[in-house]
Protein backbone atom coordinates (compact mmCIF):
# COMPACT_ATOMS: atom_id res chain seq x y z
CA UNK A 1 0.00 0.00 0.00
CA UNK A 2 1.03 3.67 -1.00
CA UNK A 3 2.11 5.62 2.08
CA UNK A 4 3.14 8.89 2.79
CA UNK A 5 5.83 9.99 5.38
CA UNK A 6 6.78 12.85 7.02
CA UNK A 7 9.01 14.06 9.93
CA UNK A 8 7.56 16.86 12.24
CA UNK A 9 11.07 17.48 14.02
CA UNK A 10 10.66 19.93 16.96
CA UNK A 11 6.94 20.26 16.66
CA UNK A 12 6.29 16.55 17.93
CA UNK A 13 10.06 14.60 17.59
CA UNK A 14 7.55 11.80 16.26
CA UNK A 15 7.09 10.20 12.54
CA UNK A 16 3.91 10.53 11.29
CA UNK A 17 2.58 8.05 8.76
CA UNK A 18 -0.31 8.45 6.48
CA UNK A 19 -1.56 5.37 5.01
CA UNK A 20 -3.34 5.03 2.51
CA UNK A 21 -6.94 4.25 3.46
CA UNK A 22 -9.85 4.71 1.37
CA UNK A 23 -12.84 7.11 1.10
CA UNK A 24 -16.00 6.95 0.59
CA UNK A 25 -18.85 8.78 -1.26
CA UNK A 26 -22.45 8.10 -1.74
CA UNK A 27 -24.78 9.59 -4.19
CA UNK A 28 -28.60 8.16 -4.28
CA UNK A 29 -27.73 4.43 -5.49
CA UNK A 30 -24.47 4.98 -6.29
CA UNK A 31 -21.10 4.96 -3.91
CA UNK A 32 -17.85 6.53 -5.63
CA UNK A 33 -14.52 5.10 -3.67
CA UNK A 34 -10.96 5.04 -4.14
CA UNK A 35 -8.90 2.49 -3.06
CA UNK A 36 -4.99 1.80 -4.44
CA UNK A 37 -4.55 2.50 -8.38
CA UNK A 38 -7.95 2.83 -8.97
CA UNK A 39 -11.53 5.22 -7.91
CA UNK A 40 -14.40 2.96 -8.34
CA UNK A 41 -18.40 3.47 -8.94
CA UNK A 42 -20.66 0.78 -7.29
CA UNK A 43 -24.26 0.25 -7.27
CA UNK A 44 -25.59 0.65 -3.57
CA UNK A 45 -27.81 -1.78 -3.89
CA UNK A 46 -25.89 -5.25 -4.64
CA UNK A 47 -22.05 -3.86 -4.90
CA UNK A 48 -21.78 -4.16 -8.37
CA UNK A 49 -19.50 -2.76 -10.35
CA UNK A 50 -20.58 0.40 -12.60
CA UNK A 51 -16.70 1.78 -13.56
CA UNK A 52 -13.52 1.62 -12.88
CA UNK A 53 -11.00 5.00 -13.32
CA UNK A 54 -8.51 4.58 -15.01
CA UNK A 55 -9.61 1.42 -16.62
CA UNK A 56 -6.46 0.18 -16.47
CA UNK A 57 -4.04 0.73 -13.51
CA UNK A 58 -0.85 3.09 -14.03
CA UNK A 59 2.32 3.17 -12.45
CA UNK A 60 2.87 5.41 -9.75
CA UNK A 61 -1.12 6.58 -9.68
CA UNK A 62 -2.86 6.13 -6.79
CA UNK A 63 -5.79 7.30 -5.18
CA UNK A 64 -7.04 6.98 -1.64
CA UNK A 65 -9.34 10.33 -0.50
CA UNK A 66 -12.82 10.30 -0.76
CA UNK A 67 -13.89 11.24 -4.52
CA UNK A 68 -16.35 14.40 -4.32
CA UNK A 69 -19.22 15.48 -6.31
CA UNK A 70 -19.49 19.27 -7.62
CA UNK A 71 -22.60 20.98 -7.13
CA UNK A 72 -24.25 20.03 -10.01
CA UNK A 73 -22.78 16.08 -9.93
CA UNK A 74 -21.76 16.53 -13.12
CA UNK A 75 -17.99 15.91 -12.20
CA UNK A 76 -16.25 13.61 -10.31
CA UNK A 77 -13.69 15.49 -8.31
CA UNK A 78 -10.47 12.56 -7.22
CA UNK A 79 -7.30 13.26 -6.34
CA UNK A 80 -4.31 11.11 -6.58
CA UNK A 81 -0.81 10.28 -5.53
CA UNK A 82 1.02 10.95 -8.27
CA UNK A 83 -0.02 15.01 -7.61
CA UNK A 84 -2.89 15.32 -10.19
CA UNK A 85 -6.21 16.48 -9.50
CA UNK A 86 -8.55 14.00 -11.51
CA UNK A 87 -11.94 15.10 -12.90
CA UNK A 88 -13.89 12.37 -14.18
CA UNK A 89 -17.85 11.82 -15.63
CA UNK A 90 -19.50 10.73 -13.01
CA UNK A 91 -21.80 8.67 -14.69
CA UNK A 92 -19.24 6.40 -17.01
CA UNK A 93 -15.87 7.06 -15.49
CA UNK A 94 -13.96 9.13 -18.35
CA UNK A 95 -12.30 11.51 -17.76
CA UNK A 96 -12.92 15.24 -18.42
CA UNK A 97 -9.78 17.30 -17.40
CA UNK A 98 -6.79 16.71 -15.32
CA UNK A 99 -5.16 19.71 -12.96
CA UNK A 100 -1.47 18.75 -12.52
CA UNK A 101 0.48 21.89 -10.77
CA UNK A 102 0.89 20.84 -7.42
CA UNK A 103 4.01 19.18 -6.58
CA UNK A 104 2.98 16.39 -3.72
CA UNK A 105 0.07 13.86 -3.58
CA UNK A 106 -3.43 14.84 -2.70
CA UNK A 107 -4.00 13.33 0.82
CA UNK A 108 -7.63 15.22 1.00
CA UNK A 109 -10.50 15.44 -0.53
CA UNK A 110 -11.34 18.76 -2.10
CA UNK A 111 -14.26 21.74 -1.35
CA UNK A 112 -16.63 22.23 -4.30
CA UNK A 113 -18.79 24.60 -3.99
CA UNK A 114 -20.88 26.60 -7.01
CA UNK A 115 -18.05 28.86 -7.46
CA UNK A 116 -15.24 26.99 -8.29
CA UNK A 117 -12.70 23.89 -6.23
CA UNK A 118 -10.77 24.15 -3.37
CA UNK A 119 -7.96 21.56 -3.15
CA UNK A 120 -5.73 21.27 -0.99
CA UNK A 121 -2.04 19.36 -1.58
CA UNK A 122 0.53 18.40 1.03
CA UNK A 123 3.17 20.71 -1.07
CA UNK A 124 1.58 23.29 1.67
CA UNK A 125 -0.48 24.68 -1.04
CA UNK A 126 -4.35 25.21 -1.13
CA UNK A 127 -5.28 25.74 -5.21
CA UNK A 128 -8.76 27.15 -6.21
CA UNK A 129 -9.70 26.43 -9.83
CA UNK A 130 -12.99 26.53 -11.59
CA UNK A 131 -14.49 24.08 -13.21
CA UNK A 132 -12.72 23.90 -16.19
CA UNK A 133 -10.12 22.93 -14.33
CA UNK A 134 -8.07 26.32 -14.40
CA UNK A 135 -6.17 27.31 -11.40
CA UNK A 136 -7.38 30.74 -9.97
CA UNK A 137 -5.12 31.29 -7.61
CA UNK A 138 -3.56 29.37 -4.97
CA UNK A 139 -2.62 30.35 -1.26
CA UNK A 140 0.54 28.93 0.61
CA UNK A 141 1.49 27.47 3.96
CA UNK A 142 4.70 26.59 5.86
CA UNK A 143 4.04 23.03 6.31
CA UNK A 144 2.01 20.39 4.12
CA UNK A 145 -1.89 20.83 3.73
CA UNK A 146 -3.60 16.86 4.88
CA UNK A 147 -6.50 18.02 5.26
CA UNK A 148 -9.83 19.39 3.44
CA UNK A 149 -10.53 23.03 3.24
CA UNK A 150 -14.31 23.89 4.32
CA UNK A 151 -16.72 26.49 3.35
CA UNK A 152 -17.88 28.85 6.70
CA UNK A 153 -21.53 30.81 5.91
CA UNK A 154 -20.46 32.62 8.63
CA UNK A 155 -17.55 34.63 7.39
CA UNK A 156 -18.37 33.71 3.37
CA UNK A 157 -14.96 32.11 3.82
CA UNK A 158 -12.73 29.07 2.90
CA UNK A 159 -11.30 27.36 6.06
CA UNK A 160 -7.69 25.83 6.16
CA UNK A 161 -5.93 23.82 8.35
CA UNK A 162 -1.97 22.97 8.16
CA UNK A 163 0.32 21.00 9.88
CA UNK A 164 2.01 24.00 10.47
CA UNK A 165 -0.42 24.62 13.58
CA UNK A 166 -2.37 27.06 12.53
CA UNK A 167 -6.40 27.54 10.94
CA UNK A 168 -6.23 30.02 8.23
CA UNK A 169 -9.76 32.35 6.91
CA UNK A 170 -8.94 32.46 3.48
CA UNK A 171 -11.05 34.95 0.87
CA UNK A 172 -12.72 32.13 -1.67
CA UNK A 173 -12.50 34.92 -4.41
CA UNK A 174 -8.68 36.38 -4.66
CA UNK A 175 -7.30 33.72 -2.00
CA UNK A 176 -6.00 36.80 0.58
CA UNK A 177 -5.78 35.88 3.98
CA UNK A 178 -8.67 37.34 6.16
CA UNK A 179 -7.36 36.17 9.57
CA UNK A 180 -5.60 33.23 11.02
CA UNK A 181 -5.39 31.39 14.57
CA UNK A 182 -2.80 31.76 17.44
CA UNK A 183 -0.39 28.73 17.12
CA UNK A 184 -2.85 25.93 17.65
CA UNK A 185 0.15 23.90 19.28
CA UNK A 186 0.52 21.14 17.16
CA UNK A 187 -0.35 19.69 13.65
CA UNK A 188 -4.14 19.29 12.44
CA UNK A 189 -4.27 16.42 10.06
CA UNK A 190 -8.08 16.41 9.17
CA UNK A 191 -10.51 19.29 8.48
CA UNK A 192 -12.26 21.33 11.52
CA UNK A 193 -16.28 20.87 12.17
CA UNK A 194 -18.69 23.98 12.36
CA UNK A 195 -21.15 24.74 14.86
CA UNK A 196 -24.39 26.45 14.09
CA UNK A 197 -23.35 29.57 16.78
CA UNK A 198 -20.22 29.68 15.58
CA UNK A 199 -17.68 27.67 16.81
CA UNK A 200 -14.86 25.74 14.99
CA UNK A 201 -13.87 22.49 16.64
CA UNK A 202 -10.69 20.78 15.55
CA UNK A 203 -8.09 18.20 16.82
CA UNK A 204 -4.37 18.53 16.85
CA UNK A 205 -1.47 16.16 17.19
CA UNK A 206 -0.79 18.86 20.36
CA UNK A 207 -3.17 16.20 22.24
CA UNK A 208 -5.90 17.80 22.37
CA UNK A 209 -9.38 19.28 21.00
CA UNK A 210 -9.82 22.87 20.76
CA UNK A 211 -13.06 25.32 20.37
CA UNK A 212 -12.33 28.39 18.79
CA UNK A 213 -14.92 31.36 18.11
CA UNK A 214 -15.52 32.36 14.90
CA UNK A 215 -16.66 35.87 15.44
CA UNK A 216 -13.34 36.56 18.35
CA UNK A 217 -11.04 34.10 16.64
CA UNK A 218 -10.64 33.29 20.20
CA UNK A 219 -9.77 29.93 22.03
CA UNK A 220 -13.11 29.29 23.61
CA UNK A 221 -11.92 25.52 25.49
CA UNK A 222 -9.12 23.19 25.10
CA UNK A 223 -9.65 19.33 26.16
CA UNK A 224 -6.67 17.27 27.05
CA UNK A 225 -6.47 14.05 24.89
CA UNK A 226 -4.19 11.20 25.78
CA UNK A 227 -2.66 11.00 22.65
CA UNK A 228 -2.35 12.74 19.21
CA UNK A 229 -6.27 13.67 18.20
CA UNK A 230 -6.22 12.65 14.38
CA UNK A 231 -10.00 12.52 13.80
CA UNK A 232 -12.03 15.43 12.61
CA UNK A 233 -14.97 16.10 16.21
CA UNK A 234 -18.45 15.25 15.32
CA UNK A 235 -21.08 17.61 16.73
CA UNK A 236 -24.25 15.59 17.77
CA UNK A 237 -26.72 18.29 19.35
CA UNK A 238 -24.97 19.50 22.69
CA UNK A 239 -22.36 16.95 22.38
CA UNK A 240 -18.63 16.64 20.62
CA UNK A 241 -17.64 13.07 19.59
CA UNK A 242 -13.47 13.40 19.77
CA UNK A 243 -11.22 10.38 19.77
CA UNK A 244 -7.42 9.66 19.83
CA UNK A 245 -5.33 7.50 18.27
CA UNK A 246 -4.48 5.79 21.30
CA UNK A 247 -8.25 4.48 20.85
CA UNK A 248 -10.12 6.29 23.62
CA UNK A 249 -13.55 7.84 22.75
CA UNK A 250 -14.67 11.18 24.16
CA UNK A 251 -17.99 12.67 24.74
CA UNK A 252 -17.77 16.11 25.19
CA UNK A 253 -20.10 19.45 25.95
CA UNK A 254 -20.05 21.02 22.79
CA UNK A 255 -19.94 24.82 24.76
CA UNK A 256 -17.58 23.60 27.48
CA UNK A 257 -15.09 21.17 26.34
CA UNK A 258 -16.40 19.29 29.57
CA UNK A 259 -16.03 15.60 29.64
CA UNK A 260 -19.20 13.96 29.59
CA UNK A 261 -17.99 10.06 28.79
CA UNK A 262 -15.30 8.18 27.73
CA UNK A 263 -14.40 5.01 25.83
CA UNK A 264 -11.21 2.64 25.30
CA UNK A 265 -12.93 -0.31 23.66
CA UNK A 266 -9.10 -1.23 22.30
CA UNK A 267 -7.63 -0.32 19.15
CA UNK A 268 -6.40 3.20 17.48
CA UNK A 269 -8.76 5.81 16.27
CA UNK A 270 -7.83 7.20 12.92
CA UNK A 271 -11.38 8.30 11.74
CA UNK A 272 -14.21 10.49 12.76
CA UNK A 273 -17.61 8.89 14.18
CA UNK A 274 -21.16 7.99 12.05
CA UNK A 275 -24.22 9.27 13.88
CA UNK A 276 -27.10 7.46 12.56
CA UNK A 277 -30.75 6.46 14.43
CA UNK A 278 -29.41 7.63 17.67
CA UNK A 279 -26.30 5.42 17.49
CA UNK A 280 -22.32 6.19 16.59
CA UNK A 281 -20.48 4.11 14.56
CA UNK A 282 -16.77 4.25 14.87
CA UNK A 283 -14.03 1.74 13.70
CA UNK A 284 -10.99 1.26 15.33
CA UNK A 285 -7.07 -0.14 13.81
CA UNK A 286 -7.62 -3.24 15.93
CA UNK A 287 -10.34 -4.60 13.09
CA UNK A 288 -13.54 -3.85 15.30
CA UNK A 289 -16.63 -1.65 14.11
CA UNK A 290 -18.34 -0.06 17.68
CA UNK A 291 -21.72 0.99 18.08
CA UNK A 292 -22.26 2.84 20.75
CA UNK A 293 -25.52 4.84 22.54
CA UNK A 294 -25.39 8.49 22.64
CA UNK A 295 -24.93 8.39 26.70
CA UNK A 296 -21.89 6.23 26.07
CA UNK A 297 -23.55 2.15 26.47
CA UNK A 298 -21.46 0.15 23.85
CA UNK A 299 -24.39 -2.22 21.97
CA UNK A 300 -21.21 -4.18 20.29
CA UNK A 301 -18.09 -4.46 19.47
CA UNK A 302 -18.01 -5.78 15.77
CA UNK A 303 -14.94 -7.44 14.42
CA UNK A 304 -14.22 -6.84 10.96
CA UNK A 305 -11.40 -8.30 8.52
CA UNK A 306 -8.65 -6.00 8.23
CA UNK A 307 -8.02 -2.73 9.77
CA UNK A 308 -10.53 0.13 10.13
CA UNK A 309 -8.77 3.48 9.25
CA UNK A 310 -11.48 5.28 7.49
CA UNK A 311 -14.94 6.27 8.62
CA UNK A 312 -17.83 4.64 8.79
CA UNK A 313 -20.51 6.19 6.15
CA UNK A 314 -24.06 5.99 6.46
CA UNK A 315 -26.50 4.88 3.12
CA UNK A 316 -29.82 4.17 3.72
CA UNK A 317 -30.70 1.00 5.63
CA UNK A 318 -26.48 0.26 5.05
CA UNK A 319 -23.41 1.11 7.25
CA UNK A 320 -20.58 0.98 4.28
CA UNK A 321 -16.74 -0.01 6.00
CA UNK A 322 -13.36 0.45 3.63
CA UNK A 323 -10.90 -1.80 5.33
CA UNK A 324 -7.43 -2.10 4.65
CA UNK A 325 -5.64 -5.66 4.75
CA UNK A 326 -8.50 -7.03 3.93
CA UNK A 327 -10.33 -9.57 1.05
CA UNK A 328 -13.00 -6.86 0.58
CA UNK A 329 -12.12 -3.07 -0.35
CA UNK A 330 -15.84 -2.31 0.59
CA UNK A 331 -18.19 -3.84 2.36
CA UNK A 332 -22.05 -3.24 3.31
CA UNK A 333 -23.73 -4.10 6.31
CA UNK A 334 -27.18 -3.98 7.64
CA UNK A 335 -27.67 -1.77 10.54
CA UNK A 336 -27.73 -5.05 12.91
CA UNK A 337 -23.85 -5.87 11.71
CA UNK A 338 -24.38 -8.36 8.98
CA UNK A 339 -22.48 -8.04 5.88
CA UNK A 340 -24.97 -7.23 2.77
CA UNK A 341 -22.05 -7.80 0.24
CA UNK A 342 -18.66 -7.00 -0.36
CA UNK A 343 -16.30 -5.37 -3.04
CA UNK A 344 -14.51 -7.27 -5.10
CA UNK A 345 -16.61 -10.29 -4.66
CA UNK A 346 -14.59 -13.88 -4.12
CA UNK A 347 -12.60 -15.23 -7.18
Known amino acids: M ?30 YFSYGPQAYA ?66 ASPLATEDGIYAANSDNKLYALDYDGLLQWEFETEDPLWASPIWSDTCGCVYQVSMDHYL ?19 PVVNNPSLSEDGLILLATFNNEVI ?25 DGEQVYASDISGTF ?20 YSSPLVQDGLIYFSTDSSSLVVVSQDGVVQRNQPVEGKLYAS ?6 KI ?15 ESGVQVWGYPPPQ
Open 2 to 31: AVVALTLGSCTGRRVVATGWSGITVHEEIV
Open 42 to 107: LNLKNGALQWQYPAEPINNVDFYAAPVLTDENSQLLVGGYDGVLYSVNPANGLENWTFRTAENRYI
Open 168 to 186: YAINPENGKLIWKSEDLGG
Open 211 to 235: ALDEESHQVEWRFKTSDWAWATPVI
Open 250 to 269: YALDLHTGELLWQLQPGGGI
Open 312 to 317: PVGAGD
Open 320 to 334: LLAPSEAEYYLIALS
